[in-house]
Structure formats: structure tokens, C-alpha cells
């Protein structure tokens, strides 16, 4: 079955609660596929909080850890949370647990050093998630959040191979991208540096059918972490068996549709990857 983490927003944005599996219709790559699960609220989440912990960021630590702990806050009885600090290395100082204590304890200790290896920390996370879902029959929904300027500088791993892991898990990615220091510059006269790390941020989250946010100040951290955590609240969970049986490793492409008359938009995951047979080339 390829689940797909759905949220639904009518035409001003806000959150559409209420429907039922008849209310959706699944497309891949392009033909109808039968909707085979469904659940809305009840569904438990599985939280990463990935904090950028390099120097660029010491300015915003505060608010940043105010921010995270609000996030957190949130969760769940049912909910379990991770935190994972990303500076020269990606480290998790709390797996995942549905000890909420733990995870604002975690968040309270992190500290600031050194450079940024962001998409080495981004693939960790995921892989994380990707054994999880394996090990587990439970169905949870799984999302990242992540604090960061975007700026990476020590990654092994590239943009390119964070985006195809990120497809293959289907893990809701919600970036928070920090601009720090350039904040108050028009777009058009950004470096390009920033453009691309914007760019590839919020590539990853389309992708994953999360969201990017922009704050023009670090202020703004606990308002988005709250909105956050209120479509996490509101979404579902669908899931489909594919007509087309048999992987090729091949990416496919995938589409919901709320169905009339609903006037709203749904929106998930870009497509998934057909995973090869066993023994298959």
C-alpha cells in the first residue's frame, strides 16, 4: 500500500475537516487508483525537530529553542518526537519517544557550533524515519520539521540525493528558513547563494507535500511553529494499492483530488518510487 499524507485548505487557506474517503479521488500518473485506507484525527505522528545548531544561527538560539519547545508542546499523548542538532555532524540527542519531557529537555541542552551539514543531517533523519515505518505495522503519520538559513557547508551528501531519499520515504518535510542577517534585503538583490539554498529548501518540502516558511525575523518562529502544528492536527491519511503492480524503480507520480462538490485543494507527496521485486535487477 503507498500511503499519502493528505492536508486539505479551501480557497482562503484554511483547513477543510470532515470528509470521508468517498470525498477523495487518488491519481497515478495519471489513472484512478482506489482509495484502500483512510483515517483523519486519530492517526498518531511521528515529530522530527531538526535544528540548525552552526554558528550563522547563535543570534536566534534563543528563540529558535522557545520556538521548538512550543512545537513540541503540541504533541500529542499518542505522538512520539525526536530532536536532531545539526552543526559540522548531525547527532540525535533524543530518538524518537513519547515522553514529552525528554524532548523539551533535549531541546533546552542544544548548543551552537561550528559549520553546517545540512543535507547530511536531512538524510540521517530520513533514513531514520524509513527504518521506523519498516519495523512498525502501526499506521502513523510521519513529518520533519526544520530551523535552518538553508546554507549548507559541509555536507558529504548533496541536494539531489536528500530530495530522492525524501520521495522514497514520504515523510511531510516543513522548512522554517532563517535569512538572519539578510532578512531585510529585497529578494532581487540576494546573493545567490541564498536564492539556491531557498530554492532547494523549498524544493525538498514540495516534494514531501510539507510547506516552507519565510519569517523576516526570528520573532516570528513561535507563530509558524504553531501553524505548523495545527495542520498537523488537521490532516489524513490515505492509502492506495496500485493498479499497476510489479517496481521497475522507477518514479511515480502521484495526485489527489477532493472531489465536488468540495471546493478545495488537497495537497501530498509528489509521487513515490516502485520498489523493485526481491531478487529483481
Known amino acids: 500500500m503507498v500511503p499519502l499524507t493528505v492536508t486539505v485548505t479551501d480557497t482562503t487557506g484554511r483547513y477543510v475537516t470532515g470528509l470521508t474517503g468517498s470525498d477523495f479521488a487518488i491519481f497515478e500518473d495519471g489513472i484512478r487508483q482506489p482509495v484502500s485506507f483512510f483515517a483523519s484525527d486519530e492517526v498518531p505522528v511521528d515529530l522530527a525537530i531538526v535544528l540548525d545548531t552552526s554558528a550563522s544561527m547563535r543570534d536566534d538560539l534563543p528563540l529558535i529553542r522557545e520556538a521548538a519547545i512550543g512545537l513540541a508542546g503540541k504533541l500529542r499523548l499518542n505522538d512520539r518526537g525526536s530532536v536532531v542538532q545539526v552543526s559540522d555532524t548531525a547527532g540525535i540527542p533524543q530518538p524518537l519517544t513519547s515522553d514529552h519531557v525528554k524532548i523539551e529537555t533535549a531541546i533546552r541542552k542544544i548548543s551552537i557550533s561550528g559549520s553546517t551539514a545540512l543535507f547530511d543531517g536531512l538524510y540521517i533523519v530520513l533514513k531514520e524515519f524509513e527504518r521506523e515505518r519498516r519495523a ?3 499506521v502513523r503519520r510521519q513529518a520533519l520539521v526544520l530551523v535552518s538559513d538553508g546554507l549548507d557547508t559541509r ?3 548533496c541536494f539531489e540525493d536528500v530530495v530522492e531519499l525524501a520521495r522514497r520515504v514520504g515523510v511531510n518535510i516543513y522548512v522554517i528558513a532563517l535569512r538572519g542577517e539578510f532578512a531585510t534585503i529585497p529578494r532581487r538583490e540576494l ?17 514531501s507535500g510539507g510547506r516552507t516558511f519565510f519569517p523576516k525575523a526570528a520573532r516570528e518562529l513561535p507563530a509558524i511553529c504553531a501553524a505548523i502544528s495545527q495542520e498537523l492536527a488537521n490532516q489524513y491519511e ?13 518514479f511515480r507520480r502521484v495526485m489527489v483530488r477532493v472531489e465536488p462538490p468540495t471546493n478545495a485543494r488537497a495537497r501530498t507527496r509528489s509521487g513515490y518510487y516502485a520498489a523493485r521485486p526481491l531478487g529483481g535487477r
Open 238 to 250: 490515505l492509502g492506495y494499492t496500485p493498479a499497476r503492480q510489479g517496481g521497475d524503480g522507477a
Open 191 to 207: 546573493d545567490g547563494t541564498i536564492l539556491t539554498a531557498e530554492y532547494t529548501m523549498g524544493t525538498v518540502a514540495r516534494e
Open 136 to 138: 512498525s505495522t502501526d
Open 155 to 157: 555536507s558529504r551528501l
